[in-house]
């Protein structure tokens, strides 16, 4: 698995039906999706965990060499940025961040974080998906 947290606890939470836990691993932790496939191809890793973009950009070649048990459909998933209630002139931040996929000079961060702009979230839906998370997370 690479550093991707919910990649890891999705993969993870999709091994259960398998009887399959955490405590009955061992995790190699690789630099990126290649490395995963990498291991598994030369067999010194029996499963990895992958985006299915990552896998979808793979040669034909490597493909073959892989078999994809299951794919995940959840889009519920988001990066967010919470700042706490302490911090200064939120309101500030928030218009800043919403207003970078207009701004010339930062489509290259919104590429890395792989998405096309920020969206404001009220607190309902904050509340939602930090559940979400703590009902998805190993313990």
Not at 16 to 41: G, L, R
Not at 74 to 84: R, S, W
Not at 98 to 124: F, H, V
Request: charged fraction near 20%; proline fraction near 6%.
């Amino acid at each position: 698995m690479t550093d991707v947290p919910d990649v890891n606890t999705i993969g993870m939470i999709m091994l259960e039906p398998a009887y399959i836990t955490p405590k009955d691993i061992e995790t190699i932790h690789c630099q990126n999706f290649i490395t995963v496939a990498k291991n598994v191809i030369n067999g010194q890793a029996d499963i990895g965990f992958l985006l299915a973009d990552a896998y979808n950009e793979f040669s034909n070649l490597v493909k073959k060499q892989l078999h994809s048990l299951i794919t995940s459909k959840i889009h519920v998933l988001h990066h967010a940025f919470l700042a706490g209630p302490d911090f200064p002139n939120q309101e500030a931040l928030q218009q800043v961040l919403l207003s970078m996929n207009g701004d010339p000079k930062t489509p290259k961060i919104l590429q890395s974080l792989e998405i096309e702009k920020w969206q404001a979230m009220d607190r309902e839906e904050t509340k939602f998906l930090i559940d979400l998370m703590d009902t998805l997370s190993p313990e």
